[in-house]
């Protein structure tokens, strides 16, 4: 059988993780063993710093669930750390999780997930829900053995089921609806496409947003309380390096249960920012709503936008002090990396929260 179609994805990856080339020729054998199986291409889009991926990137985001591509995330320690490649998998996230289009992403897991802690570990239990594929061990194959082989074909061998899964749904689709592709019916299954539908919902989706960025300011406060009053302590007794080392002990434990409340706070607000990003554009960049109608809202976001860049500054702090005091204790290297992590996720979010604010008139204008 000779294919006529192409498959398209995105190999969401860190790239300092491709450093020998391992992730390129990873990408380039999966494609070739797709179209073996299959006689179609699969054309993976790899360079995110290219054009061509922020194009089609953002037509996948946007349109129906079934036209768009599937998702690799390569996860290890890295990626987690990436502020990009968190914000990528939040987009994905968000987008099948609403559809239940579970199949369109199939994490390729180069970390053992017992190995992380903190932010990582909801992240990571979240991608194990889905048809994940653990690939660390195939760093160490040769190439051209059979074993590396077996273990792409089998890579290859879950697009190609998820492929088949969303051309069944697609299918039930055409079936329930008499004949329609489900994609000429996607605004009735996206909340986004419907403006004033989408009006109704926000106030509630504020609010959760407001109440979130309050959430990881009070974390950044706390931490910063820590940090103040271990300093005092050492500015007090100008302790010898094992006493130190004791002051560095508490720290990290007082650090712990802040460390777990962060991580869950970024990973909540980056999930309400991902699901309301799509409607705040639509609303303010419709134009639809007006005048003395439209103030409410435009202030309310201003308030949002105001309110991320504030936080973003304090986060920024945050992140840069605990690179800058990983290394003084080994005992603090987990808890303040952890941290640092959860930082970027935010500061992801807020970038795209602070972007909405292009979007308002200026003050005083209807």
């Given at each position: 059988?000779?294919?006529?179609?192409?498959?398209?994805?995105?190999?969401?990856?860190?790239?300092?993780?491709?450093?020998?080339?391992?992730?390129?020729?990873?990408?380039?054998?999966?494609?070739?063993?797709?179209?073996?199986?299959?006689?179609?291409?699969?054309?993976?889009?790899?360079?995110?710093?290219?054009?061509?991926?922020?194009?089609?990137?953002?037509?996948?985001?946007?349109?129906?669930?079934?036209?768009?591509?599937?998702?690799?995330?390569?996860?290890?320690?890295?990626?987690?750390?990436?502020?990009?490649?968190?914000?990528e998998l939040s987009q994905y996230l968000a987008k099948v999780e609403k559809a239940g289009a579970g199949d369109l992403i199939l994490p390729l897991m180069m970390i053992d997930p017992s190995a992380t802690r903190g932010a990582d570990d909801?992240?990571?239990e979240k991608l194990k829900g889905f048809q994940y594929k653990d690939i660390s061990s195939m760093r160490f194959m040769d190439r051209g053995s059979g074993e590396y082989r077996k273990a792409i074909n089998a890579l290859a061998q879950g697009i190609l089921k998820a492929q088949?899964?969303?051309?069944?749904?697609?299918?039930?689709?055409?079936?329930?609806?008499?004949?329609?592709?489900?994609?000429?019916?996607?605004?009735?299954?996206?909340?986004?496409?419907?403006?004033?539908?989408?009006?109704?919902?926000?106030?509630?989706?504020?609010?959760?947003?407001?109440?979130?960025?309050?959430?990881?300011?009070?974390?950044?406060?706390?931490?910063?309380?820590?940090?103040?009053?271990?300093?005092?302590?050492?500015?007090?007794?100008?302790?010898?390096?094992?006493?130190?080392?004791?002051?560095?002990?508490?720290?990290?434990?007082?650090?712990?249960?802040?460390?777990?409340?962060?991580?869950?706070?970024?990973?909540?607000?980056?999930?309400?920012?991902?699901?309301?990003?799509?409607?705040?554009?639509?609303?303010?960049?419709?134009?639809?709503?007006?005048?003395?109608?439209?103030?409410?809202?435009?202030?309310?976001?201003?308030?949002?936008?105001?309110?991320?860049?504030?936080?973003?500054?304090?986060?920024?702090?945050?992140?840069?002090?605990?690179?800058?005091?990983?290394?003084?204790?080994?005992?603090?290297?987990?808890?303040?990396?952890?941290?640092?992590?959860?930082?970027?996720?935010?500061?992801?979010?807020?970038?795209?929260?602070?972007?909405?604010?292009?979007?308002?008139?200026?003050?005083?204008?209807?």
């Amino acid at each position: 059988m000779v294919g006529f179609s192409e498959i398209t994805g995105f190999f969401s990856y860190a790239h300092s993780d491709d450093t020998f080339g391992f992730l390129t020729n990873l990408r380039n054998d999966l494609c070739d063993e797709y179209r073996v199986l299959t006689g179609d291409e699969l054309e993976l889009f790899f360079d995110r710093d290219s054009i061509e991926w922020g194009e089609r990137w953002e037509k996948s985001i946007e349109e129906s669930v079934d036209a768009a591509g599937v998702f690799l995330p390569v996860v290890s320690p890295c990626y987690l750390a990436s502020s990009s490649c968190m914000k990528e998998l939040s987009q994905y996230l968000a987008k099948v999780e609403k559809a239940g289009a579970g199949d369109l992403i199939l994490p390729l897991m180069m970390i053992d997930p017992s190995a992380t802690r903190g932010a990582d570990d909801r992240i990571l239990e979240k991608l194990k829900g889905f048809q994940y594929k653990d690939i660390s061990s195939m760093r160490f194959m040769d190439r051209g053995s059979g074993e590396y082989r077996k273990a792409i074909n089998a890579l290859a061998q879950g697009i190609l089921k998820a492929q088949r899964a969303l051309e069944s749904a697609a299918l039930r689709d055409i079936s329930a609806i008499g004949g329609v592709p489900s994609e000429c019916q996607s605004p009735c299954d996206d909340d986004a496409g419907f403006v004033l539908d989408a009006l109704d919902g926000l106030p509630t989706k504020a609010d959760a947003m407001f109440e979130s960025l309050t959430s990881l300011m009070d974390d950044t406060a706390r931490v910063g309380e820590a940090f103040e009053k271990t300093t005092q302590k050492i500015e007090e007794k100008s302790p010898l390096p094992g006493e130190a080392l004791v002051l560095m002990m508490e720290l990290a434990r007082e650090l712990d249960p802040i460390v777990d409340d962060m991580g869950e706070h970024s990973e909540e607000f980056s999930t309400l920012i991902a699901e309301a990003d799509p409607l705040f554009r639509a609303i303010l960049g419709s134009g639809i709503v007006k005048g003395s109608a439209a103030a409410p809202l435009n202030e309310s976001v201003r308030a949002l936008v105001k309110n991320a860049m504030t936080a973003r500054s304090g986060i920024v702090s945050l992140q840069t002090a605990a690179h800058d005091t990983g290394r003084l204790s080994r005992v603090l290297y987990k808890p303040l990396k952890a941290l640092e992590r959860s930082a970027a996720v935010c500061i992801s979010s807020f970038d795209v929260c602070i972007s909405w604010g292009e979007l308002l008139p200026e003050a005083g204008e209807a």
